[in-house]
């Protein structure tokens, strides 16, 4: 925090070895390269019009509000296996570990294939479903949430598991021996320390959820104002209108870019 | 300015729960123990556990308001134990209480939870919550006991003033010193006025020119608040400073126990000898150093601010020691004459062993000076000699110590 | 650290407004009266500029009904209609797909088979290679782009290469005809093999030739069109069945270059 410096000038980083920048430029450009591409295909005349369409404006409010639902049920339903992971001793945690991550290797039409074979109308949960409540699952809202909490919690769950590992149960043997019960201590101790963790899985989580198309088109469908996301209307749009397609790419990267970049300044300035 | 003391307002209804309790966790089907016959006061702690092919089989006692010091080298068992007294593992056979409650009772399935026990424990590394500033990491014990946030943070305050920290109370951990942070460690501790404080290492962590002054606010509090605690360590000084009585733990056993000055003045086992490792002398503070019981001064420098008169310890390496055949002439402030005891070698060296002399000061007695093997062959010493032992005042620390 | 605990508070006060809005929503949905229903196509990719073109003109001859699309892959659409979803209407660009949903039971009816598509060789405008059939493609003096075998215009293609008896040595095998087509746009490639409809859809940015082998088994796309099973608005399904086999569906097809059947 308070670090000294010399005395006229910046702070003086160690010097990195000269193998890192070469890979580290590729990797970058890797990137960058492609998205800088997209600003110059975009059809700049046509471009507010081509963001501007009901279809596009549909797709772009629904991507927002189901990410951040998203977020919210990997926050919800992803903190406390991470905290099952880090911290429990049940037998078999490396196979429910395992588990839990299968997302993250799965091709995401296949996790949508799956979610399908459970929750539709035949299938068995999805059955019992409209039997008893007439909820049908697949091309609702409520599918895309539930595709995209299915791709995105490892995010989360990865992030804090490692954040938890790190910070240790130092905190809580502590918090502990001050009398805190197990619930205290995770709510003023252990969730406060991996804030940090918590924030930038959150982040990776919604980033994700943001960019979900596999297991979104195959388990909620492709229906206007209802599932399509911005990622299904840029694949329905790259059938026939490539300029449409492109511009609501742009879209995309600037919203995941402006969230991304805003937390990630919080997350540095107001912790620690 | 440090402000007065606060008695402590639980005292009373602390006995009162300890009367309580103690007659709600009566351990059916278990004769009572000799050495367990009372179920109130202190703590009492028998533990037998294996862990990793090393066994531990200890039985402690802590009176109230006694400080206990457990000595040991690494392995010894002195993390199991003190985890075992936190209720942070649980041990194959074990019964503890603590103040009549019962804290664990193997015989019965009996562990009270870490959080339910009302030990304290202050670790090497302070360990403050990194988010929260040191004012409210003192609060936290007693806001978890239900107290008011206003009146929590109001003692805090005033918890930290007595560590001699009141005005980095707003300050985050990651703004504080090693030994700030320690101070707001000990401070956060006392806060919720555990039934027993564990102290594990507390000073190892801290730079040589911190510990001393970290050391004496713990001493102080501990002393002024009558603390029970338990301490362990590997560094005699701590041990001395801080402990009434010495338990020495050697592979999982108690080797010795006595108080402190004791056990260190006379090792029986050749274990605590080594532990030891030090020279002491009691005795008084005075200006020029230390005054023995019987009058003679030990030239030396003080560790911290001690008043005349106050309960101290001179302590010196046996490396120190300088070994003359005839009164030396020159510098040495300490000079004295022995009877040797013993010659005992240890690795690179010989360890002289004293006894006191007709001629010299009692306290000579198991004083111990480490000399190489060619000094000895040259001096041509054996057990029942004379000899003179001389230290330079600069190689004496003087501590004050536990009444 | 605050303003973070309320973005996450934020977010599940979110969660619990939007479900109740969200489950209010669509049972109230199911109640509606007639005069606004609502008809679900799930219909292959490929289709999505004709369908586009034929829903006003569907929701206007059918009053109080609106026509939402859910456009995807034949597979998946297949997959969905199997396991349940709510569609009405399923059209595929495979017989094998629809023959999927069929076997399921899910089938009102029999599927109809209304158009078809067919490969033609992409080249640039004014043929500049001089190419006439599959065999100008072999070689390196002529670079051209497919499909990967794995999708369907890629099955398509290798369909054509057996018919023909010649092995094509593309620069690049794409994963979906739209990349094939971009391909040749760009000037990356000589050719490409892909449908004659997305020939019509480069706006003269490229040039389609005709080969014998492109209605081979296998090699020609066919599209059908059925009613799904269980469907709350059958009525409605066989009207847009009818209307996109009928002559205002004929006409846009043709315009966008399927043959029809």
């Known amino acids: 925090m308070t670090r000294a410096r010399p005395a006229g000038g910046g702070a003086v980083s160690l010097a990195l070895p000269w193998p890192v920048w070469v890979p580290a430029a590729l990797g970058f450009g890797l990137i960058a390269v492609p998205v800088a591409g997209l600003v110059v295909r975009t059809d700049w005349p046509n471009f507010l019009a081509l963001i501007s369409t009901p279809a596009a404006l549909d797709a772009l409010w629904l991507s927002l509000v189901t990410g951040l639902i998203s977020t919210a049920f990997c926050l919800l339903l992803g903190t406390p296996l991470a905290l099952v992971l880090a911290r429990s001793h049940l037998p078999g945690l490396p196979v429910l570990r395992s588990v839990v991550l299968l997302p993250l290797v799965l091709p995401p039409v296949v996790g949508g294939l799956t979610l399908l074979f459970l929750l539709g109308r035949t299938g068995p949960v999805g059955q019992l479903l409209d039997a008893w409540f007439g909820i049908t699952v697949p091309f609702s809202t409520e599918a895309v949430i539930i595709a995209q909490t299915f791709v995105a919690m490892p995010f989360l769950v990865v992030s804090l598991e490692g954040a938890l590992r790190t910070a240790g149960e130092r905190y809580e043997v502590v918090a502990a021996t001050l009398g805190a019960s197990p619930l205290t201590a995770l709510r003023r101790v252990t969730i406060p320390v991996v804030l940090p963790g918590l924030v930038s899985g959150a982040v990776l989580s919604f980033a994700r959820a943001l960019g979900e198309f596999g297991a979104t088109i195959a388990f909620a469908g492709n229906l206007q104002g209802t599932t399509q996301t911005l990622p299904l209307l840029i694949y329905i749009q790259s059938q026939n209108d490539l300029d449409g397609a492109v511009a609501m790419s742009l879209v995309l990267v600037v919203v995941a870019v402006l969230i991304i970049v805003t937390t990630r300044t919080r997350d540095v300035t107001g912790v620690r | 300015m440090r402000p007065p003391i606060r008695r402590r307002p639980w005292a009373a209804d602390r006995a009162d729960r300890a009367g309580g309790s103690g007659e709600g966790h009566p351990s059916p089907g278990r004769p009572t123990e000799g050495d367990l016959r009372s179920e109130s006061g202190g703590l009492r702690a028998r533990v037998t556990t294996r862990r990793g092919g090393f066994t531990l089989d200890v039985e402690i006692e802590v009176a109230p308001g006694e400080v206990v010091a457990v000595l040991g080298p690494n392995g010894s068992g002195k993390s199991t134990l003190l985890g075992t007294l936190a209720g942070l593992y649980i041990p194959k056979d074990a019964r503890i209480t603590l103040g009549g409650r019962t804290l664990t009772d193997t015989a019965t399935g009996l562990a009270v939870p870490a959080h339910r ?266 057990p029942g000699d004379d000899l003179w032992f001389a230290v330079k005042a600069t190689e004496v620390a003087v501590h004050p110590r536990r009444r | 650290m605050s303003s973070a605990r309320r973005l996450v508070l934020a977010a599940a006060a979110a969660t619990l407004a939007f479900g109740v809005a969200a489950c209010g929503g669509s049972s109230g949905g199911e109640q509606q009266a007639p005069p606004t229903r609502t008809l679900t196509v799930s219909a292959a990719a490929s289709l999505t500029d004709v369908y586009d073109q034929l829903k006003p003109q569907f929701e206007q001859a059918n009053p109080g009904t609106t026509v939402v699309f859910n456009f995807g892959g034949s597979d998946t659409l297949a997959q969905q209609v199997v396991q349940g979803a709510p569609a009405d209407v399923l059209a595929t660009a495979s017989t094998r797909t629809m023959q999927t949903a069929q076997q399921a039971g899910r089938i009102q009816g029999e599927p109809v088979t209304y158009a078809t598509n067919k490969l033609q060789i992409a080249v640039q405008p004014g043929n500049p290679k001089g190419i006439v059939d599959l065999t100008s493609l072999v070689g390196p003096q002529v670079t051209e782009s497919v499909c990967a075998p794995a999708v369907p215009c890629g099955a398509a293609t290798e369909a054509a290469e057996r018919a023909a008896g010649v092995t094509l040595d593309p620069v690049s095998e794409e994963q979906d005809v739209r990349s094939v087509l971009q391909r040749v746009v760009t000037r990356n490639v000589d050719a490409g093999l892909v449908y004659v409809t997305d020939v019509r859809a480069s706006d003269g940015q490229v040039q389609g030739i005709d080969f014998p082998q492109a209605t081979a088994q296998g090699a020609a796309q066919n599209y059908l069109v059925g009613a799904v099973a269980g469907s709350r608005n059958a009525d409605l399904a066989n009207s847009w069945i009818q209307f996109v086999t009928g002559p205002q569906g004929d006409a846009v097809l043709q315009q966008a270059g399927f043959a029809l059947k």
Do not use: M
């Not at chain 2, 560790?303 to 490396?319: C, L, N, R, Y």
């Open chain 2, 117 to 382: 026990r009302r030990v304290g424990l202050l670790s090497q590394q302070a360990l403050l919550f990194p988010h929260l500033t040191a004012r409210d990491n003192v609060a936290f014990g007693p806001r978890c006991a239900g107290r008011g946030r206003r009146e929590s943070l109001e003692a805090a305050g005033e918890r930290l003033a007595e560590v001699g920290i009141g005005e980095l109370a707003d300050r985050r951990p990651s703004a504080l010193s090693g030994g700030q942070a320690q101070r707001v460690a000990i401070a956060r501790a006392l806060a919720v006025e555990p039934d027993l404080l564990l102290l594990d290492e507390p000073f190892a962590a801290l730079d040589v020119d911190a510990a001393p002054a970290v050391r004496s606010v713990l001493r102080r509090l501990v002393r002024d608040t009558g603390q029970t605690t338990l301490l362990v360590t590997h560094d005699v000084v701590d041990a001395v400073v801080l402990a009434d009585r010495l338990v020495v733990l050697a592979e999982g056993r108690v080797v010795e126990a006595g108080p402190t000055a004791e056990v260190l003045a006379r090792p029986r086992s050749a274990f605590a000898a080594r532990i030891a490792g030090l020279d002491l002398v009691t005795g008084t503070a005075s200006g020029d150093g230390l005054t023995t019981p019987e009058g003679t001064t030990v030239h030396g420098i003080a560790s911290e601010k001690i008043a005349g008169g106050e309960p101290a310890v001179a302590v010196f390496p046996p490396s120190a020691v300088a070994v003359h055949r005839h009164r030396p002439d020159g510098s040495p402030r300490n000079v004295l004459p022995v009877r040797l005891a013993a010659l005992e070698p240890q690795g690179e060296v010989v360890r002289l062993r004293a006894a006191a002399s007709p001629d010299g000061p009692p306290w000579a007695d198991g004083l111990a000076a480490d000399v190489t093997p060619a000094a000895v062959a040259e001096l041509g010493v054996e």
